[in-house]
């Protein structure tokens, strides 16, 4: 498993970003995905994760209604998409993944990820 994530940036309130996360290994489609945040200052914190399949999803509820989480395990690459942006959204993004699960599971909690990406910016200015 080796994750490379990409698509942040700078964008006004409002708008919108899709954070894209490769992964270069041949299980992806056995893997729980999970994207997580750090702001400045603060904890790690949980945003999404999506099953094997993509069938079950989970959201922080500070982001519910405005972010999804998608998966294509045809190009081993899982997505967020991050509507209505606003500046607390503000964070270094992280894509994880759990090679521990079993399908139709998901996991909400940073220890239970195996291999983390780089890590993403993004930035919401009012």
């Known amino acids: 498993v080796q994750l490379q994530a990409s698509g942040g940036g700078l964008v006004q309130a409002g708008n919108s970003l899709r954070l894209s996360c490769a992964d270069s290994?041949?299980?992806?489609?056995?893997?729980?995905m999970g994207w997580f945040r750090q702001a400045p200052g603060k904890e790690r914190e949980f945003v999404a994760s999506?099953?094997?399949?993509?069938?079950?999803?989970d959201y922080a509820d500070s982001v519910k209604g405005r972010f999804t989480t998608s998966r294509e395990n045809a190009k081993n690459t899982v997505y967020l998409q991050m509507n209505s942006l606003k500046p607390e959204d503000t964070a270094v993004y992280y894509c994880?993944?759990?090679?521990?699960?079993?399908?139709?599971?998901?996991?909400?909690?940073?220890?239970?990820?195996?291999?983390w990406g780089q890590g993403t910016q993004v930035t919401v200015s009012s």
């Open positions: 994880a993944a759990d090679v521990n699960s079993v399908a139709g599971a998901i996991s909400t909690s940073a220890e239970r990820y195996d291999y």
């Open positions: 290994g041949r299980t992806f489609s056995r893997l729980v």
């Open positions: 999506i099953s094997w399949g993509g069938t079950r999803k």
